[in-house]
Nanobody
Framework: VQLQAYGGGLVQAGGSLRLSCAAS????????IAWFRRAPGKEREGVAC????????LYADSVKGRFTISRDTAKNTVYLQLYRLKPEDTAVYYC??????????????????????WGQGTQVTVSS
């Protein structure tokens, strides 16, 4: 599966953005999808995950209650809605996929080592 992330941009603190991760080559129905981010000078961290099959979600504590992950099966796209953005949310955001045909065997995860397929990043910049 090939992934393409887009939707980043410059936004003021308190604002919102919606990131999209469009897939091609395979249906996302059989993949857990996660969003990661890498801030300047920091390691990449997991932000949110959506498990295929039942859409169980998992969020990092730093974004819980502000970010929402969802998927549109018809468009083969996963979204990350970012609300109440803070300057510390500034980062390059990546989407990633992990095959999970028998979804109940694969709990949602923010461990980047579990994801084989990655999209290019999209820059999110939050000004104070």
């Amino acid at each position: 599966v090939q992934l393409q992330a887009y939707g980043g941009g410059l936004v003021q603190a308190g604002g919102s953005l919606r990131l999209s991760c469009a897939a091609s080559g395979r249906s996302l129905d059989d993949y857990n999808i996660a969003w990661f981010r890498r801030a300047p000078g920091k390691e990449r961290e997991g932000v949110a995950c959506d498990r295929s099959g039942d859409s169980t979600t998992l969020y990092a504590d730093s974004v819980k209650g502000r970010f929402t992950i969802s998927r549109d099966t018809a468009k083969n796209t996963v979204y990350l809605q970012l609300y109440r953005l803070k300057p510390e949310d500034t980062a390059v955001y990546y989407c990633a996929a992990r095959y999970s045909g028998e979804y109940y065997l694969y709990p949602p995860s923010l461990n980047e080592n579990e994801y084989r397929f990655w999209g290019q990043g999209t820059q999110v910049t939050v000004s104070s």
